[in-house]
């Protein structure tokens, strides 16, 4: 009875850790661009977007569906998360 209760209560805790973690993703809001791939290196993918150029970056952990080349029209789905903030004093006014 007691490896029962052990079972159980490692599988509810993997279930909240699962939970808890998609919480964090679903917070980020959530962008896309479109467009033919100019660029494809293994930490970035440059898109043509009317006039512009995107650079997206990427990681291992980045997935790809379909071949990924320089020509293929891609949709790229991305968030944006701060690295670093900087705070700095407001000036005082005299």
Request: some cysteine; proline content about 3%; glycine content about 6%.
């Amino acid at each position: 009875m007691n490896r029962m209760r052990q079972y159980w209560l490692v599988c509810c805790c993997g279930a909240a850790l699962l939970v808890a973690s998609s919480v964090d993703a679903a917070d980020a809001k959530t962008y896309q661009v479109t467009g033919p791939v100019l660029e494809v290196t293994p930490t970035t993918i440059t898109v043509q977007k009317g006039d512009d150029k995107w650079e997206i970056a990427r990681n291992p952990k980045t997935k790809v569906t379909g071949d990924l080349k320089v020509g293929s029209k891609v949709t790229i789905y991305y968030t944006m998360v701060a690295a670093e903030v900087e705070v700095k004093e407001a000036k005082s006014k005299k």
